[in-house]
């Protein structure tokens, strides 16, 4: 059986934080400076939906990180 270094688990993990974090703070934030048009309902449920996958994003992250350091093991 093949087992994978824990790097990798790091790796994958702090990816899906920096890319959670950039989702939820670049596209689930309505910055109405840069808005040329009117919020429409489709924009606002557009950004809940990237600011709700961002913050899932960040907590699989998250967890991928403390559960490969041991932290949530029992020993």
Request: glycine content about 8%; overall charge positive; aromatic content about 8%.
């Amino acid at each position: 059986m093949i087992q994978l270094p824990p790097l990798f688990f790091y790796a994958v993990g702090t990816l899906l934080v920096v890319f959670g974090a950039l989702r939820t703070v670049v596209l689930g934030r309505r910055r109405p400076d840069r808005e040329v048009v009117e919020d429409t309902p489709e924009r606002a449920k557009a950004r809940r939906r990237h600011m709700i996958m961002g913050i899932v994003w960040l907590l699989m992250g998250l967890f991928l990180i403390v559960s490969t350091t041991g932290i949530t093991s029992r020993r």
